[in-house]
């Protein structure tokens, strides 16, 4: 039960977001309430016990970490730390009717020789030395805004000062850069993947949300890195919680929002345990759920576009490719038909309602890098966890039936990796206490009823480029210049559907948070 009546601050949704609002809220002397529907928080930040009787403690929904700025496990004096990994990614393919693949990882001169051995010559290395630099510039000018209040376009470009990548990224399909920097179809399709992580799109979408997931997954920690939570997904929100009850920040779990009414001045959220009042309140929820607690019409629909699955292994499997030992393929980012090809025969695949017949995926161990995970047993007998991330599985594709849908779609994406191991998957496949395999897969709708994400989409709806179109003004109020304001001056969105949003950061809340301060 709540302890008062009326708070300074309630927020509504206990995932990673509301956390950090909760907690620099509580830290500035406010008096903070945090509603939670489910019996914990973390929302998708989580670690679980995910098989029966099995010691091991996967990040069952979100698994990297890149967009959480360091700021904020600073500011927030968080136990929480990251791991590099030494292995940025693996990619299998057959050239010559031989197996082989491109290893990037283990410092320049490995990677320079496995460019030329795959290509025949240096020049796709030195393209790709190229593109990454340019990226990496564009990290550390824009990464650091997004703890600032939102800039306008044309101040981000101007600190951006590079007119021909802002042209490439901001301005055209990311398909056109791509193309014009590579000649390699796979190194293509390794370069877009970070363009389409639980986005459906195409390289030439006139859109543009793949040029803006890419953005989001380059600039990162201002250096591009996706980084290994050390402890699991769970160790971050678990830290968040314990800074926000250290701080005096009142979390109330298993206690669902039914409804905000706000006069403009201040606000009423009502939950199953009554009513309470609150100056401001801060939605740690999508713009769909938003829409729904105030009653009011919702956003235009949002979809999802992936598969989750976890899984523990008893060894991991060995390569056809006998020229790369498994524990590297593994430890990075290992890609599974995601040449550029691929990627568009099943992106029009997928829209035209069918299920990808090579499905794109990505899979890495988190066990590799970090062994906490495990419990002492399972690391001395030398188990290993794999977590798989599918493209292009679109919610629409699940709604006829999500069950047969997701297991067809499941079957046939293990069968793809299959085609680049020299043993199948299942024969390494751990069993529970039960005797079932260690195997769980999610598919959009799943996420959707577990977690609320609109049509299971990770971001709450398509990201957007993270600057203002229009330049501040003097009316603005803080919530506007944070980039957190709803069409009610007492509700703030928190959530990662607010600008700049979107996987692991934080910075929706912190921004909040910011927005809230400044209002005194």
Known sequence: MPERTSYDAVIVGGGHNGLVAAA??????????????????????????????????????????????????????????????TVSSYTPAVRDGCPTGLLVGGGEARTRKAFAELTGSEAEFTAWQGFYGRTQRLAERVFPTLTEPLPARGALRARIDDDALWDALFERPLGELVEETFSDDLIRGVVLTDALIGTFATAHDPSLRQNRCF??????????????????????????????????????????????????RTAEVTCDQGTVGARRVLVNASPRELARLLDE????????????????????????????????AFSGTFHIAEGYRQLEDAYQQAASGALPTAPPSEIYCHSLTDPSILGPDLVRQGYQTLTLFGLHAPARLFTADNDTTRDRLLAATLAELDTHLAEPLADCLAHDADGRPCIEARSPLDLDRELGLPGGNIFHRDLAFPYAEAEPSAEDTAPARWGVATAHPTVLLCGAGAPRGGGVSGIPGHNAAMAVLEEG
């Open 24 to 85: 620099y809220l509580a830290r500035a002397g406010r008096s903070v309430l945090l509603l939670e529907r489910l019996d914990h928080t973390g929302g998708a930040a989580v670690s679980t016990r995910a098989f029966a009787g099995v010691d091991a403690r996967l990040s069952r929904y979100s698994y990297l970490v890149s967009l959480l700025p360091p700021k904020i496990v600073q500011d927030l004096g968080l136990r929480f730390a990251v791991r590099k990994r």
């Open 297 to 328: 019409a919702p956003p235009p629909p949002a979809e999802g576009a992936q598969l989750k699955v976890n899984m523990l292994l008893t060894r991991l499997p060995r390569l056809r490719d006998t020229e790369v030992d498994p524990r590297e």
């Open 215 to 264: 953005l989001y997954h380059v600039i990162g920690g201002g250096t591009g890195d996706w980084d290994v939570p050390i402890g699991g997904m769970g160790a971050l929100t678990d830290a968040l919680a314990d800074a926000a009850r250290r701080a005096g920040a009142e979390i109330v779990t298993e206690c669902a929002v039914t409804g905000i009414a706000t006069d403009g």
